[in-house]
T-cell receptor
Framework: QKEVEQNSGPLSVPEGAIASLNCTYS??????FFWYRQYSGKSPELIMS????GDKEDGRFTAQLNKASQYVSLLIRDSQPSDSATYLC??????????????FGGGTRLMVKP | DAGVIQSPRHEVTEMGQEVTLRCKPI?????LFWYRQTMMRGLELLIY????????DSGMPEDRFSAKMPNASFSTLKIQPSEPRDSAVYFC?????????????FGPGTRLTVL
């Protein structure tokens, strides 16, 4: 079983809609969760980090974390064509005393259609 | 502030040649990571350093791969000899770690093609 799982997509949403991206992880000890956006041919760009259960909002982006269900999601409100990219979920993984190793999911490709 | 810097951005080489990829982390960051990304396997951690010391190299695919970090501002990833299956995008990332903050920032990557 992969440690971090995402639906590969593509997830297609119309412009202006809410895009919902989901991620599950396997290690209950994980404490740090990140969403990266990666445009084709570019490097991953950190857009959200979340460390506590609940919601964290930053502009049009909201990250949601539920540690009991081992689930983290990213909502993008008022989706724009410029949001079309692959979104990578990353979770910190053991060994816990050796810093901040991250395991990445395979990414969800989002397409926002005008 | 400058972000993570990598060079070269593109490298095309022939099988059997030595390849050296370079990385300059963000100033003040104490962790440096080397990743490889392919369509088939996604983003994989190869090795990471803490304060210039290699901590975990279990992701290095085989002995042909080696990495060094001689000082806080420079790291290299070397492949010798290179093979076509090493073709991928190699990313370097750095972070400043605390118990409540450990965001990693990526460089632009090196696209390696081995013919």
């Amino acid at each position: 079983q992969k440690e971090v799982e995402q639906n590969s997509g593509p997830l297609s949403v119309p412009e202006g809609a809410i895009a919902s991206l989901n991620c599950t992880y396997s290690d209950r000890g994980s404490q740090s969760f990140f969403w990266y956006r990666q445009y084709s041919g570019k490097s991953p760009e950190l857009i959200m980090s979340i460390y506590s259960n609940g919601d964290k909002e930053d502009g049009r982006f909201t990250a949601q974390l539920n540690k009991a269900s081992q689930y983290v999601s990213l909502l993008i409100r008022d989706s724009q064509p410029s949001d079309s990219a692959t979104y990578l979920c990353a979770v910190n993984t053991p060994p816990w005393n050796a810093g901040n190793m991250l395991t990445f999911g395979g990414g969800t490709r989002l397409m926002v259609k005008p | 502030d400058a972000g993570v810097i990598q060079s070269p951005r593109h490298e095309v080489t022939e099988m059997g040649q030595e390849v050296t990829l370079r990385c300059k982390p963000i100033s003040g960051h104490d962790y440096l990571f080397w990743y490889r990304q392919t369509m088939m396997r996604g983003l994989e951690l190869l090795i990471y350093f803490n304060n210039n010391v290699p901590i975990d190299d279990s992701g290095m695919p085989e002995d042909r791969f080696s990495a060094k970090m001689p000082n806080a501002s420079f790291s290299t990833l070397k492949i010798q000899p290179s093979e076509p299956r090493d073709s991928a995008v190699y990313f370097c990332a750095s972070s400043f770690y605390t118990s409540s903050y450990n965001e990693q920032f990526f460089g632009p990557g090196t696209r390696l093609t081995v013919l």
